[in-house]
């Protein structure tokens, strides 16, 4: 078969390197100059909520595939993108410290979790400790997305321009396409289509920092800290709902400011703020589904880089084996 794949994001690239891996035939559409969610994506892998100390929705599921495609991506494409990086959970109370020792024996990730220790990482305030969990990593995005846009384009199957939904049946650019599928992330349209209700643009914003300290992994601190390949690291991300201003808010971006000053013992320099909208639902799920030829895969939110490989596989193995999609993010149509 042949398919169109709309938007060359986290979802899209994950789709179309899923129906090359089963050779079906591929064109992949994008406008890469954009702002879209994931080219400003931090890059986190981590299926726990460490605020609450518990698992995302199939959590389990959605680490195990996505570092699994993650590596064999790299392989296939021949570019490093991802790094196995722990996560150094802050703890904020000593009640904090024993709910972490008891779900070290009992929950599913409880594997991935360390001892917890009485003062924090170098570099960082705390007087209760915290502890690492090993069940994580990172994505250099914007390497990853292009390398596979690089890849396409060598095998001419990359098209720059952006098709829309109303657009498709009179599409000629590309002849003898089978099905469509729709990742487009921030840049979706929800008039005259009741198939994308209860997608909303939420923005995050962080700081680029730079600082001479080496951190040994991301850290959880009441914000994430994400170390950078430049020796600088990513400070963030806020979450706001209904805002259509790209500019950055002043009263978040001050607040991760104060963050700096107070929380951490080594100096840094904010060296700019960068800012974007991600695809969301109120529940924090994606929605997957369609009929006929025209898929959709959207409202991954910030949990792009571990849900996309899973979803994809997905959606994929319901449109050419008629596996079932996940109920609980199949999309009414």
Known sequence: ????????????????????SLEQEVVLFDLPKENTASR??????????????????????????SVRFYKDQEKFLGVKFYYDLPIFRRFSS?????????????????????????????GLKGEHGGGWFALSGKLDVKAYLNAVHEYFKQEGCFHEERVELDQV??????????????????????????????????????????????????????HFLIPEENGGFKL?????????????????IQKLESFLKSELT????????????????????????????????????????????GLAENLVNHILYKDPLFPEVKMEV
């Open 40 to 65: 400003v994506a931090a890059g986190v892998l981590n299926p726990v909520v460490l605020k609450r100390m518990n698992s995302v929705w199939k959590g389990e599921y959605f680490y195990s595939k």
């Open 266 to 309: 080594v100096s840094s320099k904010v060296e700019g703020v960068i800012s974007g909208f991600r695809p969301s639902t109120k529940n924090r799920r994606p929605i997957m589904g369609g009929a006929k030829n025209r898929w959709f895969l959207n409202g991954l939110g910030s949990r792009g880089v571990l849900m996309a490989p």
């Open 169 to 222: 049946d009179g599409y000629t650019k590309v002849k003898g396409i089978d099905h469509w599928i729709f990742a487009v992330g921030n840049k979706f349209d929800q008039e005259g289509h009741p198939e994308l209700k209860g997608l909303h643009k939420t923005k995050g914003e962080y700081l680029s920092v730079r600082s001479g300290h080496v951190w040994p992994g991301m850290v959880n601190a009441g």
């Open 1 to 20: 078969m042949k398919f169109g794949v709309i938007g060359g994001g986290l979802a899209g690239t994950a789709l179309a390197l899923r129906l090359k």
């Open 94 to 122: 000593l009640a904090e410290r024993n709910d972490w020792e008891g779900l070290i024996h009992s929950a599913w990730f409880g594997k991935g979790l360390q001892a917890s220790q009485s003062k924090p990482i170098e």
């Open 236 to 252: 963030g991300a806020t979450y706001a709902w209904n805002e259509e201003d790209l500019e950055p808010n002043p009263a978040r």
